[in-house]
């Protein structure tokens, strides 16, 4: 049974900074992505970042409206990725959600709030 444990989100000021982590357990894949999805209200849930953990080392994808204000990063001996989130606006606020994906399976955290107050 693979379970994801998210930490961090909270309440934040416009231009400030948070940092959410995923503890992923259970028998995952050492081949696998875990990044980050976010969900605001009466929106459908995107991505926000995603690292894919390959043979040949790693491969990221950020949303366009990220780029350059939010860092992805793992620890694959830990299973745990982080995301670093810096800059954040209004229209940042949503649910943010663990997620992992690994031989056709994907598993979601419970979802962590982060609001940013303008």
């Known amino acids: 049974q693979v379970q994801l444990v998210e930490s961090g989100g909270g309440l934040v000021q416009a231009g400030g900074s948070l940092r959410l982590s995923c503890a992923a357990s259970?028998?995952?894949?050492?081949?696998?992505?875990m990044g980050w999805y976010r969900q605001a209200p009466g929106k459908q849930r995107e991505l926000v970042a995603r690292?894919?953990?390959?043979?040949?080392?790693?491969?990221?994808n950020y949303a366009d409206s990220v780029k350059g204000r939010f860092t992805i990063s793992r620890d694959n001996a830990k299973n745990t990725v982080s995301l670093q989130m810096n800059s954040l606006q209004p229209e940042d606020t949503a649910v943010y959600y663990c997620?992992?994906?690994?031989?056709?399976?994907?598993?979601w955290g419970q979802g962590t709030q982060v609001t940013v107050s303008s």
């Open positions: 997620n992992l994906r690994f031989l056709a399976r994907e598993y």
């Open positions: 259970g028998s995952i894949f050492s081949i696998n992505t």
């Open positions: 690292m894919a953990s390959v043979t040949s080392g790693s491969i990221t």
